[in-house]
């Protein structure tokens, strides 16, 4: 059973692990991104993350959806609102049989994530203010 | 006219989270940028790396018939994660 | 800095995890063994896990300096004792600066340990008692 | 005379989980199992697919004097995870 959602709260992260566990899934796979504060010379002290919910919601559920198909308990948790050094941006579990597939498909998620769901992030560096990171700089 | 959702940058360029456009039709991608860049011509760098949202999906090619056009928004380049 | 055990007493998940943030580390990935019912049409009741204690955190120590060397946080902890359906045998943690090392990272880590830290598992099965799994069934 | 840590399933069919064998010089991988299998030949299917560990290192071809020998374990297939 997924769970998808765009959490303005921080997230549980063991309140989110816990909905993965079942008898019949041996693996389980989270990524959880954090805010990190360097990327390469570029120091970052917070970020704001924004989304067109209700739109990242119907594209999480389609992801969702498509990798338990396969065989696996999916959750996928996307903050927003303003963070600080190390919260949690995003949580993605996969429960799966063997885990082999949960590497594979926890991280074809969170992959996905951040190729095709609207949420945006500004991020606050101690040189400027920045949509996007340092390495997908936009105008 | 249209009520188009705008977000990120182009909402902070813009100075707002929607904007009603006259877009021409049928609707596309193409149509919806060109509508906003015509009434907000500082946006044009940003919009060339935006997609177009229609219903809540991604479009590109796609034609809509305006009574097909429940809801509309640019998405500029998403940095979720 | 690393931290592995063998430990007696049920995982705290949340508590390893925790363990692992850092704010140069923006990617953060757990494996998590639990124990499954089902392999193929053989199905499991309970486990008990042993280990060669000493040596075993030996080996991980081994492995997690290594992979800390690359530049990371890392987290191993096994369990010992007996475990029923749904518990967590192995928590496997990397915090790392970008996602792509930290799959990798996590998944080297796991595969590794069981191939070689002297950890055994003994399973009861409705049909038998198994040494190792049904797909490493020991005479 | 060394005492040789047994584990899983090699220690219960010994029912033991550590013996006093008799081990012939230079010890290596294979005098350690060629001792137990000669005391307890019950072992030696489980024995062709164990390692050896001495110092809590596995070994395989290497040669130790008896005086760098302080700990000896046979180490059956491992299944943690």
New interface residues.
Partial sequence: MHYVAIAAQPLD??AL?EKL??????????????????TDDVETTSLD????T???V?ELTKLAVEVEAKGANVIIV?RVGHLE??DE??FVGVAA?H?GE??KW??YL?DT??????????EYDTDKIR???PN?V?? | MFNVKLFAILAEQIGRSEVELSIATPITAATVKAALQAQFPQTAAVLADCLVAINQTFVSEEHFAPDEVSEIALIPPVSGG
């Fill in positions: 992260v063991n692990y566990k079942a008898p019949q899934f041996g693996g389980i796979v989270t990524f959880i991104g954090t805010v990190r504060q360097w993350y924004t989304a067109y209700e739109m990242a119907k996307h050094l190390t941006a995003v049989a885990r949960a590497f926890c991280e969170i994530v951040k190729k095709q769901v609207p949420i945006w992030k500004k949509w996007g990171g997908d936009q105008r």
